[in-house]
């Protein structure tokens, strides 16, 4: 009876898309192999799931997708699981007295689900008010796309965001907003192919309402050139 309340719990948390931490859960041990040997293992388990679905390997079109998915994982997908590839924040000092908020818009956000292994795809809107220093702007679009590749819920990503901000400017005042399609809400389940997930995370200063409408208001703003 334990067992299947455990089962239970756990495909109500999948099936509802509940975080259960700020943090990504990794094991201790995670990093104690290499890439190599990290593509070499998943490259089998691929295998083996390919064979057991009755697809033939030996066809040219398949015998290297197990490869192909096992580099697709570390390499890319899941590669910001791996620290040595956090990109490197750093600041700057804020010599033109630039003291409103900066706001990057609109960064392109590509995801996987963490309870199903499907894509979350969507854009960011990231905002923070200088305490003295700031940040390239660049390096904002690299901190979404690190905390994005790996298996995510859209409430942790929001949040990792928004304090490894924190972190490097030295300030809580940072904001982040994601408006993403989860594909296994959109092409498995309830298949809604128009519903998306809205998530923000306010620091500091941006909890103040008329600081945040502000913000709220940049994001719609319509970008023309």
């Given amino acids: 009876m334990k067992d299947n309340q455990a089962s239970e719990t756990t495909d109500f948390i999948g099936d509802n ?3 259960t931490s700020a943090k990504t859960p990794l094991r201790k ?9 990290k593509i070499s293992a998943i490259k089998g388990d691929v295998a083996k799931i390919m064979e057991t679905l009755g697809l033939d390997l030996t066809d040219d079109s398949l015998k290297g997708t197990p490869n192909r998915v096992a580099k697709m994982f570390v390499k890319e997908i899941f590669g910001g699981l791996n620290p040595d590839k956090k990109p490197k924040a750093s600041t700057f000092d804020n010599n033109y007295k630039y003291g ?4 990057e818009k609109n960064i392109t956000l590509y995801s996987t689900c ?6 979350i795809v969507g854009r960011a809107h990231v905002a923070y008010i200088s305490n003295g220093t700031v940040v ?3 390096k904002m679009n690299r901190i ?6 790996r298996p995510q819920v859209q409430e942790r990503l929001t949040m990792q965001i928004v304090q490894e901000l924190q972190n490097a400017l030295g300030t809580d005042d940072v904001a982040c907003v994601i ?7 959109n092409s498995r389940g309830i298949r809604d192919i128009e519903s998306s997930t809205v998530t923000s995370e306010f620091g500091g200063q941006f909890k103040n309402p008329t600081i ?3 913000f709220l208001d940049y994001i719609k703003l319509e970008t023309k050139f």
């Fill in 17 to 19: 898309h509940v975080s």
């Fill in 29 to 37: 041990d995670a990093f104690e192999m290499t890439d190599d040997q």
């Fill in 100 to 103: 409103e908020m900066l706001v």
């Fill in 212 to 214: 945040k409408r502000e």
């Fill in 144 to 149: 979404v796309d690190y905390y994005s590749k």
């Fill in 114 to 119: 963490e309870h199903h292994l499907l894509p």
């Fill in 136 to 138: 390239g702007l660049s």
């Fill in 179 to 185: 408006d993403a399609k989860h594909l296994c809400v």
